[in-house]
């Protein structure tokens, strides 16, 4: 139940070794989760957290290609009948909102859930291209080609120690001339235990569209910032 949740939280990004044993056939075996995989969505972030509490995140859009942006994203804990806790994603408003199912047993951080839809809906929109196909990618790439390297970042002023995580799923796309102007994105995840719900950062990057702009102004960037967490005044 916990492995199914966790893989659910991934929503076709990351593909679950029983339904790749399935669609194998009978008697196929599981194909082993990745390193990255295993620090994005099958590490519980969330079991250190009081519940009920709050966690919030700033999603900050900048770059040549399109005005920017600034929202937010919150996840609440609440108590659940026969689990540790229930996850209830708020991801995003107004026109930009995405309703996110609200997960019971939820290991990894489910903001990476809204993270990645996101992502994945703005890439079929700039492409004109499939969801299905982006997803495909962000999967073979996390299961396959993810460079994954301790680090340390800083999180209110103090050092953490942690795991960044980097991803260009389109690099090596042999069809990646259908959409070349975004093929560069890359995807950089900053991971610890030693913050609440384990996410500091998650970016989705492509860079400058021609050398006449400057080195750090990108075509596009998404980043997806830890802003704090919030528990219930125990006094009241």
Do not use: W
């Not at 079991?47 to 999603?59: D, F």
């Not at 690099?171 to 995807?187: F, N």
């Amino acid at each position: 139940m916990r492995l199914a949740a966790a893989l659910l939280l991934a929503l076709a990004i990351t593909a679950s070794a029983a339904s790749a044993a399935a669609g194998a056939g009978a008697g196929a075996e599981s194909q082993p989760i990745s390193e990255a995989e295993t620090a994005l969505f099958m590490t519980d972030y969330l079991a250190a957290l009081p519940v009920p509490s709050a966690l919030r995140y700033g999603l900050v859009r900048r770059g040549t290609l399109e005005p920017g942006f600034s929202d937010t994203v919150q996840l609440d804990l609440k108590p659940a009948a026969g689990a540790a806790r229930s996850v209830e994603t708020r991801c995003l408003s107004g026109s930009r909102k995405l309703e996110m199912p609200e997960l019971d047993f939820a290991q990894g951080n489910p903001a990476l859930l809204c993270f990645f839809e996101r992502d994945i809906r703005e890439m079929e929109r700039l492409t004109g291209g499939r969801s299905a196909y982006f997803r495909k990618r962000i999967r073979v790439a996390l299961a396959g080609s993810a460079q994954v390297r301790p680090a340390t970042f800083s999180y209110n002023g103090h050092p953490v120690a942690g795991t960044e995580i980097r991803i260009a799923p389109y690099e090596d796309d042999p069809l990646r001339g259908r959409y070349e102007r975004y093929a560069g994105k890359v995807y950089l995840f900053r991971m610890s235990n030693e913050v609440p719900g384990g996410l500091i950062e998650a970016t989705a990057l492509i860079p400058a569209g021609s050398a006449a702009q400057p080195a750090d102004v990108p075509l596009l960037e998404e980043a997806l910032t830890l802003a704090g967490s919030q528990s219930p005044d125990p006094t009241r």
